[in-house]
């Protein structure tokens, strides 16, 4: 045998290197088409953002679940706004949903909050009372309504202050005998 038995044409060379890279390239898109399925799939199934709704549109959704007793679905939809870390009023919808749902110490943590932040309104402190209140806490109750009184009477907006505060005085007198 001579020596030009011994190698290979060049064209067979250039057809498997043309196959590997068709191969390689078939199986890069295969993994980009896997990976963009997978991020649809989160995105939709997953990780369902929740709807951006109105503050009216989300106290009417978050009452309709909790008349349905669906509370999860409704602390999910309040935690889903975007503005919630900053709205006391989406903060004051959840705790809502967890005093509904018997979960008064997640409630009553959601208000200590809002009164550390300063921003606490007098039907607020009123609110964190009934809370405090359901959850046998006379002594926070007393605190939160000596708070909404300091609240009221400093109330320029509430014309009904003067009587909140009698009314709020009044549930105190209550609360102490009850101690």
Do not use: C
């Not at 009452?63 to 919630?84: H, T, W």
Request: charge should be positive; hydrophobic fraction near 35%.
């Amino acid at each position: 045998m001579d020596g030009s038995d011994q190698s290979l044409p060049t064209t067979d060379t250039t057809k498997i290197t043309k196959d590997r890279k068709q191969s390689i390239f078939a199986v890069g898109v295969v993994i980009l088409i896997i990976l963009i399925g997978s991020l649809v799939f989160y995105r939709l199934v997953i990780n369902k953002s929740q709807p951006q709704l109105s503050q009216q549109a989300l106290i009417n959704q978050v009452n309709y679940y909790n008349i349905q007793n669906k509370y999860n679905q409704a602390a999910k939809l309040v935690k889903g706004q975007k503005g919630y870390n900053s709205s006391s009023l989406d903060q004051v919808l959840l705790a809502s949903v967890y005093t509904n749902q018997g979960k008064y110490s997640q409630a009553l943590s959601i208000y200590a909050d809002i009164n550390k932040t300063g921003v606490m309104t007098e039907s607020q402190a009123e609110s964190a009372a009934s809370v405090a209140q359901q959850a046998h806490d006379n002594k926070l109750a007393i605190t939160y309504l000596t708070q909404a009184i300091k609240l009221a009477k400093t109330s320029k907006t509430n014309p009904l202050a003067g009587a909140d505060a009698a009314n709020d005085a009044q549930q105190i007198q209550i609360l102490e005998k009850q101690n």
